[in-house]
Structure formats: C-alpha cells, structure tokens
C-alpha cells in the first residue's frame, strides 16, 4: 500500500512538474470587451498603425523581484488605442466608476481604472510594446506585452501574454 501512495504521489509531481513546463503560447491580438459599445480585436498589424514611441533601455520584466533592462523598445501607447473604443455609459461621469480588467492566456489578472489611465501619469505611462531588442511583434516569444513604466515598483503591472481586457464598472 505504502509503494501504490508513493507512485501516485510521484505521478501526481510529474503532471504538475509538466503543466508548469508547458510553453504559454504568445497571442497575435486582444479583445477589448465589456462595457463597450462595440466589442474591438487589436492585431499585430492593428498595432503598427498606432504612434509608435521609442522608450529606449527599459525595465520589461513582469515581476517586481527583478529587473530585466531592454534596449530598443518600442511600443504604442494604450491610451491611444483606448481612444478608439467607444465606452457604453449614459452621463460622462460614470466612467470615474470604470475599470478595466487587463487578462492574460496564462489567466493572470490586473486592474487599471478608467480615471488611472486617463487622468494621471500612469495612463501618459503604459504601454503595448511593438518592439524588443530589434525584433518585430511576430518574433517576440512574450507578446502582447503591456508595460506601466511610472509604477513605484517596477515590473509589478507589466503583463505578457495580453488576451483581452475588459472594461467594468464597479458596483
């Protein structure tokens, strides 16, 4: 009994120890969703029709325990592409009470609110990197990689693998 606890215990690491192997797949777009008036997919080729800002040697690791610099990055501005969705609302002040949702293919999750990203410093900050180290959107192994490079803790709102983002209201 002794050795079939230990085989299942050692099967059941194994099934872990691959799941957290397994290579996330980087995404090609994003779905802007929620309270929109019309849902909005970004592309790899949407993006290049934004702004592109040269943002230069940069922080772009996703975690706030280390830092990863980068040379040559580019990116577009979120807010630029933000502007282009219509927002569903009834009187212009109820988009203090928006949020988005920003969701990732490994299912990680981060929250920037409407006022955040329109009305302070954060919003003139975050970025949808186009660029990295010389190499295009398509040769990237982290895209959608989305950057907040004014965050007091660097890397801690910095997000790879950007699937959708979800615009909310808070209730």
């Known amino acids: 009994m002794q050795k079939l606890n230990i085989l299942i215990l050692l099967f059941l690491f194994s099934l872990k120890t691959n799941a957290q192997n397994e290579e996330i797949k980087s995404t090609n777009s994003f779905l802007i969703t929620g309270k929109v008036k019309e849902e909005k997919t970004i592309t790899l080729d949407d993006?290049?029709?934004?702004?592109?800002?040269?943002l230069k040697d940069i922080n772009t690791s996703c975690s706030p325990k280390r830092e990863e610099k980068s040379k040559d990055v580019k990116a577009v501005l979120l807010k630029s592409i933000l502007d282009d969705v219509a927002f569903d609302y009834k009187k212009s002040y109820m988009l203090n009470q928006y949020y988005?949702?920003?969701?990732?293919?490994?299912?990680?999750?981060?929250?920037?609110?409407?006022?955040?990203?329109?009305?302070?410093?954060?919003?003139?900050?975050?970025?949808?990197?186009?660029?990295?180290?010389?190499?295009?959107?398509?040769?990237?192994?982290?895209?959608?990689?989305?950057?907040?490079?004014?965050?007091?803790?660097?890397?801690?709102?910095?997000?790879?693998?950007?699937?959708?983002?979800?615009v909310q209201i808070a209730e």
């Open 47 to 54: 993006l290049k029709n934004y702004p592109i800002i040269d």
């Open 100 to 166: 988005f949702l920003f969701v990732a293919v490994d299912d990680y999750k981060m929250v920037f609110s409407f006022s955040e990203i329109f009305n302070t410093e954060i919003g003139n900050n975050l970025y949808v990197v186009t660029e990295l180290e010389g190499k295009g959107l398509e040769d990237m192994n982290n895209r959608i990689l989305l950057l907040s490079t004014k965050d007091i803790k660097g890397g801690s709102r910095n997000m790879k693998w950007l699937s959708k983002i979800v």
